[in-house]
């Protein structure tokens, strides 16, 4: 699982190996400490930001755009996440004795394997909306809509936990063969029954295919804007639109590739770690740490991230934020927001491309 191939084993690094006692923690502690220090500092961000975001979603009614409640929804996940990481992090410092049971231990990699599915389904399902708005207007007009919207959510909810259940079987609390000592990791029924095997698929799957169809629907939607600014004749409607639709992309591509960039190493991380099962080498274990390393950091940088972006990149998001915390008027300004508060009408669905 995701958690599971974070903290892959590498006794070697805590110096008890030469003396045949099982050691404490997967890492040293000056590597320990830096992967603390820099989650401990993502922690109150990653939570704040996330908050933020769906209070902001679900307080003003301008906010409530279909593309909005995609990332409030990819704002729920992040959130789960992050309240997974003590536990996570306890686990790399003391992985043995486990000393919170078997349902923990198993409830918080179920929650976050399956935050993780939802993340990144989330952002696909919402690829595809901007992909319909830009390069079908009238047909996204009538199918996007947020009712809609709210129950693809659902779905896709539906769909990532159901995909992330095996990870109750998988997990457990086990004793490991030293010191009769239990410990939460992956049970020997999942390795010898092949199911770790499949669930190491589907999580190449969730990354890989979504990443391929993001491609080629950014790759479309930028040759169609590119299409539209060689056109003459436009309505100044239609150029405003556009306008704004470029910069929410601007926006999205730059989200997209921060998930892909966080998510890279653990899977180069992964492939290295079994082909070094497969041919024992000493420069492929030392990569593969260093890549679990990274991961993790990154793994929460992911979802800790997407609220500063909103903020650096979106006029509107700022303006909210600045109303949620009395800074600004509680009324959005007129005449750009006045579409979203006619629910899901002529304009609604327009709406949701210059709502972050």
Same mark, same amino acid.
Request: charged content about 15%; glycine content about 6%; proline content about 4%.
């Given at each position: 699982?995701?958690?599971?191939?974070?903290?892959?084993?590498?006794?070697?690094?805590?110096?008890?190996?030469?003396?045949?006692?099982?050691?404490?923690?997967?890492?040293?502690?000056?590597?320990?400490?830096?992967?603390?220090?820099?989650?401990?500092?993502?922690?109150?961000?990653?939570?704040?930001?996330?908050?933020?975001?769906?209070?902001?979603?679900?307080?003003?009614?301008?906010?409530?755009?279909?593309?909005?409640?995609?990332?409030?929804?990819?704002?729920?996940?992040?959130?789960?996440?992050?309240?997974?990481?003590?536990?996570?992090?306890?686990?790399?410092?003391?992985?043995?004795?486990?000393?919170?049971?078997?349902?923990?231990?198993?409830?918080?990699?179920?929650?976050?394997?399956?935050?993780?599915?939802?993340?990144?389904?989330?952002?696909?399902?919402?690829?595809?909306?901007?992909?319909?708005?830009?390069?079908?207007?009238?047909?996204?007009?009538?199918?996007?809509?947020?009712?809609?919207?709210?129950?693809?959510?659902?779905?896709?909810?539906?769909?990532?936990?159901?995909?992330?259940?095996?990870?109750?079987?998988?997990?457990?609390?086990?004793?490991?063969?030293?010191?009769?000592?239990?410990?939460?990791?992956?049970?020997?029924?999942?390795?010898?029954?092949?199911?770790?095997?499949?669930?190491?698929?589907?999580?190449?799957?969730?990354?890989?295919?979504?990443?391929?169809?993001?491609?080629?629907?950014?790759?479309?939607?930028?040759?169609?804007?590119?299409?539209?600014?060689?056109?003459?004749?436009? $309505?100044?409607?239609?150029?405003?639109?556009?306008? &704004?639709?470029?910069?929410?992309?601007?926006? /999205? %591509?730059? @989200? #997209? !590739?921060?998930?892909?960039?966080?998510?890279?190493?653990?899977?180069?991380?992964?492939?290295?770690?079994?082909? $070094?099962?497969?041919?024992?080498?000493?420069?492929? &274990?030392?990569?593969?740490?260093?890549?679990? /390393? %990274?991961? @993790? #950091? !990154?793994?929460?940088?992911?979802?800790?991230?997407?609220?500063?972006?909103?903020?650096?990149?979106?006029?509107?998001?700022?303006?909210?934020?600045?109303?949620?915390?009395?800074?600004?008027?509680?009324?959005?300004?007129?005449?750009?927001?006045?579409?979203?508060?006619?629910?899901?009408?002529?304009?609604g669905w327009t709406e949701s491309t210059v709502s972050f």
């Amino acid at each position: 699982t995701t958690s599971e191939c974070h903290v892959a084993r590498t006794h070697n690094a805590t110096g008890f190996a030469d003396f045949g006692v099982p050691p404490l923690n997967y890492y040293s502690i000056p590597l320990l400490t830096g992967i603390t220090i820099a989650c401990t500092m993502l922690f109150p961000v990653g939570v704040a930001g996330n908050v933020m975001t769906i209070l902001v979603v679900s307080k003003y009614r301008d906010m409530r755009t279909t593309t909005n409640l995609y990332l409030c929804s990819m704002a729920v996940s992040d959130l789960l996440i992050f309240l997974c990481m003590p536990l996570d992090l306890y686990r790399m410092w003391r992985y043995r004795p486990w000393r919170f049971g078997a349902v923990l231990c198993k409830l918080f990699q179920f929650v976050s394997e399956s935050s993780t599915y939802s993340t990144i389904l989330s952002i696909t399902a919402l690829s595809v909306e901007r992909y319909l708005a830009i390069c079908f207007p009238l047909r996204a007009k009538a199918l996007v809509t947020k009712r809609r919207v709210r129950a693809l959510i659902l779905i896709l909810w539906t769909v990532s936990l159901v995909s992330a259940g095996p990870v109750f079987i998988m997990v457990g609390v086990e004793r490991d063969g030293a010191g009769d000592t239990r410990e939460c990791t992956m049970t020997h029924y999942a390795v010898e029954s092949g199911l770790m095997g499949a669930m190491v698929w589907l999580n190449s799957v969730f990354f890989f295919m979504p990443v391929f169809c993001l491609t080629v629907l950014y790759s479309l939607i930028g040759r169609r804007l590119w299409q539209r600014d060689r056109e003459t004749g436009i $309505s100044s409607r239609v150029a405003h639109r556009d306008k &704004s639709n470029r910069q929410t992309i601007k926006m /999205l %591509v730059v @989200v #997209v !590739l921060a998930f892909v960039l966080c998510w890279l190493p653990f899977h180069v991380g992964r492939y290295v770690h079994f082909r $070094s099962l497969d041919a024992p080498s000493p420069l492929l &274990s030392v990569l593969s740490e260093y890549c679990n /390393l %990274v991961s @993790v #950091v !990154l793994f929460y940088l992911s979802a800790a991230i997407n609220p500063i972006l909103y903020n650096t990149m979106s006029w509107k998001y700022r303006g909210a934020a600045a109303r949620l915390f009395g800074l600004a008027d509680s009324q959005p300004p007129r005449g750009r927001t006045a579409s979203s508060v006619k629910g899901d009408g002529s304009n609604g669905w327009t709406e949701s491309t210059v709502s972050f």
